[in-house]
C-alpha cells in the first residue's frame, strides 16, 4: 500500500516537474515583448501625434490608457475613436473631454511658400517628417503625410504656416446613412433582441 | 447545352421601355457649351493638354491618361476652350469636379483621324494603346477602363467572351436601339476583343423582351460563330456575376473577377466603340442615352455628345419642368437622383428619366423589418439582406463583412420587395462607404506610426551620436591635461632660459633695426617708412618677450 503511494506521489511528481520545466521554458523562450494591450490601444488611435491628449504622442497616450487613464480625450480621433477603444477595454465610451479639443474635419498644414524664411524650426517641430526644406530654403508640406497635428503652427517665427481643411475626393463621397429612426410610432419592433426595452414591452 | 442556365433571386419588373423606343437614335443639336469632366472612369484625373484660349478640333485630346490609371478625354466638337474648372458633374453627391469647357464654333470639324481599314493586322500592343487612346471606358455605366479590363484578362486565359445586351433595367433602351441600328459594328467589335483575347467562343447575352434587338443581331452573327443567347426577362440578368451565371452556368468566386473562371464580360456599347477606335480612329466622344420618363413630351434615344448640358437634351426632347419631380442619371433600380440639371452627360449616362409625381410617388414611410425574408429570395447574391441591414444600421461593420456585405452589387432588389419599404441599399451603400473610410483612416494612421517611430529612432540615433562624441572630446581633454601638466612642471627651469635667449634675441634685433633706420634717414630717405614698420615690430615681440619672461619670473616664485 506504501508503496502505490508511492509510486503515485513519485508520478505526480515527476509529471509536476516535468511540466514545470516545460511552461518555465516556453515563458522564456516565447516571452511577450512589451504590453500587448498597449499595441492594440495604439493601433485604435489615429497617430497624428498632436499631442492634444496631453502625453507626447500617441504611443504614450496608449500606456497611459492601459494604466487606468480615460479614454475620451484624443479629439483627431472623435467619437469613432472612443467607441472603439470603449469595445476594446470593455468599458462605457464617454463623450469627448472638450477640455482637450474638438473634434475636426481633417486638415493639413499648408505653407506660404513665398513668406516662408527658411529657419527649419517646423520640420523639427513635425512629429511625421512631413516636411521637406533646408536652412535659408524654402519648406513645403507633404500633403499626403501631414496628419494635421497643428505641432509646426506655433514654432513658425512669421507665422507663414495655414491649417486647411481637406477638400472631399468625389471618389470617396458615401451616402449617409438614411435616418436612423424613420418610424412615425414608437418604436413597434418585433423579433429582434437588439432594440430598447419598448420593444421588449410590446413583444 | 443547358444555356440559358439560371441564377438565383431575381424579380421581375415593369419594363417601361417602349416609351422610348418609338423613333430611332436622333442627333442633338450644338449647345452653347460643352463641359467635359476629367474623371468619367474609374481611376485617377485625366490631365489636361490644352489650355483656356486654345482652339480645338472635334475629337482632338483634351486631357491625357497614362495606361492603367485612367483614360483620355476627347473634344466633342470644334471649338474653343474656356475654362478648365471645377464644374457640377453628374454624381450623386452634389460635389464639383475638374471639367474642360469648351464653346463650339459651329462647324464641327473633326481632327485627323487615323482611319485603318485593316485594323484586325495591328499587333496586339498597338490595338490596346489605341483603344486606350480612344479614351474607351466600359459604356455599361461603371467606367472600368476598357483596355485595362483586356489586360487583366490577359494573365488567366479568357475562354469565354461574354457581350452583355441584357439591358435588364425599367426605362433604358440605350443597348437596344444601338443592337437595332447597329448590330454590325457591335459584331465586329466583339470580334476585334475575342481574337485580342484569344477567346474560344463568344456569348451575346439578350433579355426576351428585345424581340427586333435579338432579330437584328443574329443576322448580323449569321456565320461568325458567335452566338445569341436570350435570357428570360428578369432583373438583374444584366448585372456582370448574373449574366456570366446565365450563359455559363458558373459563379464569379468570391473576391475574385469573371477572369478566375476563364470569362470577360463586355458591354455591347463598349463593342461598338471599339470597333469605332480602331477602324476609323474615332475616340469617344459621344454615346446613346436614353431620354425618357412622363415629363418628356418627346421620348427617345439620342446620340449625345459627352460633355453636353443635360438639361439641353431634356429641353431639346419637350421637357415640362413643372411636371418633372425627379430626374435620374441611370436607371430606376441603379441610378441616382442628378443634384443639378446643368451637369453634364458622361460616358457612363445611358439614361436620364424625367419623372412626373405620379411615375416617382414618394417611397412610402419605411416601417420596422419583420424578418419576412422576402428579400433573402429575392437577392441575386445569395447574401443575407436583412442581416446585413441591422449590421449596417448599428454599425457593426465588421460584422456586415462576415455576411459578405462587399459582394452586394446594390441592385435593389431587395428594397423593391421589401413589404415594410426600408431603403435597404442605402445602408449597404453607406456602410461600405464607412469601411473604405475607416481602411483609409486606418492606413494613414499606420504610415504616419512609422514615419512617427522612424523619426524618435533617428532622433535617439543622432543623440546616442552626439553623447558618444561629447564622450570622446572630454575623454581626450582628461587625457590632454593630465599628460600636459608634468611636462609643464618639468619644463619651467628651462622655460625660464629659453624666455630668457627669446628676449635677448628681440633686443637684438631691435637694436639692429634701429641702427638701419638711423642709417637710411640719411642715405635712402623713400625705405624710411618700411623699416619704422619693421622697428614697431621687433620692438613689440620684445615687449611680448619680456612679458612672457616676467610672468614666467612670477608663477616660477609662488
Redesign the interface.
Known amino acids: 500500500m506504501w508503496m502505490n503511494l508511492a509510486i503515485a506521489v513519485g508520478t505526480l511528481l515527476t509529471l509536476a516537474g516535468l511540466f514545470g520545466a516545460v511552461l518555465g521554458y516556453a515563458s522564456v523562450r516565447f516571452r511577450v515583448q512589451g504590453n500587448p494591450l498597449v499595441e492594440q490601444v ?2 485604435l ?5 498632436c499631442g492634444q491628449c496631453g502625453y507626447p ?2 504611443k504614450p497616450y496608449a500606456e497611459a490608457i492601459v494604466e487606468g487613464d480615460k479614454i475620451n480625450k484624443c479629439p483627431p480621433g472623435g467619437e ?1 475613436t472612443i467607441q472603439s477603444l470603449a469595445n476594446l477595454l470593455d468599458v462605457e465610451p464617454e463623450p469627448l473631454d472638450a477640455e482637450h479639443g474638438v473634434e475636426q474635419e481633417k486638415r493639413v498644414a499648408v505653407i506660404r511658400e513665398d513668406e516662408c524664411i527658411g529657419c527649419t524650426k517646423c520640420i523639427q517641430a513635425c ?4 516636411i521637406v526644406g533646408a536652412a535659408q530654403l524654402m519648406h513645403t508640406v507633404i500633403e499626403s ?1 501631414c ?1 494635421g497635428c497643428d505641432l509646426c503652427i506655433d514654432p513658425c517665427p512669421v507665422d507663414c504656416i495655414d491649417m486647411v481643411t481637406v477638400s ?1 475626393d ?9 435616418a ?1 429612426r ?3 410610432h414608437p ?6 433582441d ?1 432594440q430598447p426595452a419598448t420593444a421588449e414591452a410590446g413583444a | 447545352m443547358g444555356r440559358p442556365f439560371d441564377f438565383p433571386g431575381g424579380i421581375e419588373l415593369p419594363d417601361n421601355k417602349t416609351q422610348s423606343l418609338q423613333s430611332p437614335i436622333r442627333q442633338p443639336s450644338l449647345p452653347d457649351h460643352f463641359a467635359v469632366p476629367l ?1 468619367q472612369h474609374i481611376g485617377e484625373h485625366a490631365r489636361a493638354c490644352v489650355q483656356p484660349g486654345d482652339t480645338v478640333l472635334k475629337g482632338q485630346r483634351l486631357a491625357d491618361s497614362d495606361r492603367g490609371a485612367g483614360v483620355p478625354v476627347h473634344a466633342p466638337t470644334s471649338g474653343t476652350v474656356t475654362a478648365i474648372e471645377a464644374r457640377q ?1 453628374p ?3 452634389g ?1 464639383e ?1 475638374w471639367c474642360v469647357r469648351i464653346e463650339p464654333d459651329g462647324r464641327d470639324q473633326w481632327t485627323e483621324l487615323a482611319d485603318c481599314p485593316d485594323y484586325a493586322e495591328l499587333p496586339v500592343e498597338e490595338q490596346l494603346s489605341r483603344i486606350h487612346a480612344a479614351g474607351i471606358a466600359g459604356l455599361g455605366g461603371a467606367g472600368f477602363p476598357t483596355d485595362a479590363k483586356l489586360v487583366a484578362g490577359d494573365g488567366a486565359r479568357i475562354r469565354t467572351l461574354i457581350l452583355n445586351g441584357a439591358e435588364c433595367e425599367p426605362y433604358i433602351t440605350a443597348d437596344q436601339s444601338l443592337m437595332r441600328e447597329r448590330p454590325e459594328a457591335i459584331i465586329a467589335g466583339a470580334r476585334i476583343i475575342s481574337s485580342l483575347l484569344g477567346a474560344e467562343e463568344c456569348l451575346i447575352g439578350i433579355e426576351d423582351n428585345k424581340p427586333e434587338a435579338i432579330k437584328a443581331l443574329q443576322e448580323a452573327t449569321n456565320g461568325t460563330g458567335i452566338e445569341v443567347v436570350v435570357v428570360r426577362t428578369r432583373y438583374p440578368s444584366g448585372g456582370e456575376k448574373q449574366l456570366i451565371q446565365l450563359l455559363t452556368g458558373q459563379e464569379v468566386p468570391h473576391d475574385g473577377i469573371p477572369a478566375d473562371i476563364g470569362v470577360l464580360c463586355q458591354n455591347i456599347a463598349t463593342a461598338e466603340s471599339i470597333y469605332r477606335a480602331l477602324r476609323f480612329g474615332e475616340p469617344v466622344i459621344s454615346r446613346i442615352t436614353t431620354l425618357t420618363g412622363k415629363a418628356l413630351e418627346r421620348p427617345g434615344n439620342v446620340e449625345a455628345r459627352i460633355g453636353t448640358p443635360i438639361i439641353h437634351l431634356l429641353n431639346e426632347a419637350g421637357l415640362h419642368e413643372d411636371n418633372l419631380k425627379r430626374l435620374i442619371m441611370g436607371g430606376p433600380m441603379m441610378g441616382f437622383d442628378l443634384p443639378s440639371i446643368t451637369a453634364p452627360v458622361v460616358k457612363g449616362t445611358n439614361c436620364l428619366i424625367a419623372g412626373t409625381a405620379d411615375e416617382f410617388p414618394d417611397s412610402p ?7 419576412c425574408g422576402l428579400c433573402e429570395q429575392a437577392c441575386p447574391m445569395e447574401l443575407l439582406p436583412q442581416q446585413l441591414y ?1 449590421f ?3 454599425g457593426e461593420y465588421d460584422k456586415a463583412e462576415d455576411f459578405n456585405l462587399f459582394d452586394c452589387i446594390e441592385c435593389g432588389a431587395c428594397s423593391w420587395v421589401c413589404p415594410s419599404s ?2 435597404l441599399v ?2 449597404y ?6 469601411i ?3 481602411r ?2 486606418q492606413e ?6 512609422l ?2 517611430e ?2 524618435q529612432a533617428r532622433l535617439e540615433k543622432e543623440k546616442a551620436e552626439k553623447e558618444e562624441r561629447r564622450q570622446a572630446r572630454m575623454e581626450a581633454r582628461k587625457h590632454k591635461a593630465s599628460g600636459a601638466t608634468p611636462e609643464s612642471a618639468a619644463s619651467s627651469g628651462p622655460d625660464l632660459e629659453t624666455l630668457t635667449r627669446r628676449r635677448d634675441d628681440a633686443r637684438e634685433k631691435v637694436d639692429e633695426a634701429r641702427a638701419k633706420l638711423e642709417e637710411a634717414r640719411e642715405t635712402a630717405p623713400e625705405a624710411v617708412t618700411k623699416l619704422e614698420r619693421a622697428l614697431n615690430k621687433h620692438q613689440k615681440r620684445l615687449d611680448s618677450a619680456e612679458q612672457a619672461l616676467a610672468n614666467a619670473h612670477e608663477s616660477s616664485t609662488e
Do not use: M
Request: charged content about 30%; some cysteine; proline content about 12%.
Open positions: 495604439d493601433s488611435l489615429p497617430q497624428t501625434q504622442g500617441c469613432a512629429p511625421v517628417d512631413a503625410e496628419t472631399k468625389i471618389r470617396e463621397w458615401y451616402p449617409n446613412a438614411p436612423d424613420p418610424f412615425t418604436e413597434p419592433v418585433i423579433a429582434t437588439r | 474623371l458633374v454624381h450623386p453627391s460635389l469636379d414611410i419605411p416601417q420596422p423589418c419583420i424578418r441591422w449596417a444600421r448599428s426600408i431603403p442605402q445602408y451603400q453607406h456602410a461600405k462607404g464607412a473604405r473610410e475607416q483609409r483612416e494613414e494612421a499606420d504610415r504616419a506610426r514615419r512617427f522612424q523619426r
